[in-house]
Every structure is written in structure tokens, then in C-alpha cells.
């Protein structure tokens, strides 16, 4: 199975602070991951996937990066909405697996 | 409009069977494939396993002896039954569609008690 290894596992950041979250693959998934959401009480929802593509509605602020089988999800000027937890996702191949996630909270 | 949704019960008792419903609407079961996904309380996402769009279907390993997952396309409809539940399978269920998990239902808590 591929193994996800995501972090940081927590992060306290300051409002129009610049946010990176990486993923690091255990072996190629080419442009197979997304990034997701969870808001306290929500279902994940999708902000980037193919690695860099920013799903629909998705603020710019968002970006989506990879170097290797090293993924990021980039913030830039965070806002207060962008609290809650972020997991990675690889599509490459079956079983997916998940990052561990991301608690971003303001500071 | 994408939909899915979940439905099954809230509580099931210790060694019996969950069994769940995801009825989707908006796209077809034979383009896209649906995955299970849950979320035990307070901790991070675990794969459970998809219905592929042709009709195939492939598991989490940690679950496979456990777990299946079956579908009705007339229905638009895709089932996950999972025996031998513990207090441990207590969590938030969810089907999303995929490859992108772009669509998620609202998810199914469930939990194991007696």
C-alpha cells in the first residue's frame, strides 16, 4: 500500500500568514492527489486536485504543488475561514490512502 | 446537481452487521465509481473501500474479511454491509464519488453499543 506522510499534525498560524502542508508519497503517484477541507461537524470538501488544480469555487489563495513524490498545499494570506483540518488523498492507485491530516487553527 | 447520501442505522449492536445505503443522484453509477470512507470520532480519514464504475469492487485490507460493498444501478444506489461490528467501527460514514472525491454525502454517524 502507499503511505502518506503528512505534516505538519498541527499548525497555529496568524491571519495574511503564508500556510505550506506537505505530503510525502512512499512511491510515485504521479499528479494523483488532491487536497481537502474539514470543517468541525462538515464532509471534507475538495480544494485541489491532479496535484495542482484548484477545484471549482475554490479560493486563489489556495495552491497545490510537487516536487517528486512530495506534495504542498500552499495558503497564502490566510483567513479566519480556512480553520479546520487538511488531509491529503492519493487516487493512484487501490486501496487510496489519506494524509493524517493538518489541524490549522489561528493564533 | 451531484448528491449523495448516506442512510442507515445510528446504532448497532456489538457483533452484528451495519449495513448502509448511498443514493446518489446527478450522475450515473456506471461512469463514476463510489467509495466508502470513515471517520471514528475525533481521528483522521480511513479508506474503506469502492464500487467501481464497471461493476468491480476492491477493499482496505485491514477490512476485506468484513466488508461488502454491492450496488443497484436502477436504483442508483450503492450498499456497504459490514459484519462482526465492534466498538472500534464506531464512526462517521461517508460515500464520496470518484476518482477526485469531488462530491460527498453528508455522512452517517454510527455507532457500536449495546
Known amino acids: 500500500d502507499i503511505q502518506m506522510t503528512q505534516s505538519p499534525a498541527s499548525l497555529s498560524a496568524s491571519l495574511e500568514e503564508i500556510v505550506t502542508i506537505t505530503c510525502q508519497a512512499s512511491?510515485?503517484?504521479?499528479?494523483?492527489l488532491s487536497w481537502y477541507q474539514q470543517k468541525l461537524g462538515k464532509s471534507p470538501q475538495l480544494l485541489i486536485h491532479?496535484?495542482?488544480s484548484l477545484a471549482d469555487g475554490v479560493p486563489s489563495r489556495f495552491s497545490g504543488s510537487r516536487s517528486g513524490t512530495q506534495y504542498s498545499l500552499k495558503i497564502n494570506r490566510l483567513q479566519v475561514e480556512d480553520t479546520g483540518i487538511y488531509y491529503c488523498?492519493?487516487?493512484?492507485?487501490?486501496?487510496?490512502?489519506f494524509g493524517g491530516g493538518t489541524k490549522l487553527e489561528l493564533k | 446537481e451531484v448528491q449523495l447520501k448516506e442512510s442507515g442505522p445510528g446504532l448497532v449492536q456489538p457483533s452484528q452487521t451495519l449495513s448502509l445505503t448511498c443514493t446518489v443522484s446527478?450522475?450515473?453509477?456506471?461512469?463514476?465509481?463510489v467509495h466508502w470512507v470513515r471517520q471514528p470520532p475525533g481521528k483522521g480519514l480511513e479508506w474503506m473501500g469502492v464500487?467501481?464504475?464497471?461493476?468491480?469492487?476492491a477493499y482496505n485490507s485491514a477490512l476485506k474479511s468484513r466488508l461488502s460493498i454491492s450496488r443497484d444501478t436502477s436504483k442508483s444506489q450503492v450498499f456497504l454491509k459490514m459484519n462482526s461490528l465492534q466498538t472500534e467501527d464506531t464512526a462517521i460514514y461517508y460515500c464520496?464519488?470518484?476518482?477526485?472525491?469531488?462530491?460527498w454525502g453528508q455522512g452517517v454517524m454510527v455507532t457500536v453499543s449495546s
Open positions: 446527478g450522475f450515473s453509477l456506471t461512469d463514476y465509481s
Open positions: 491532479s496535484a495542482t
Open positions: 488523498l492519493q487516487h493512484y492507485s487501490a486501496p487510496r490512502t
Open positions: 512511491q510515485d503517484i504521479g499528479n494523483y
Open positions: 464520496t464519488r470518484g476518482g477526485i472525491f469531488d462530491y
Open positions: 464500487m467501481w464504475s464497471g461493476g468491480s469492487t
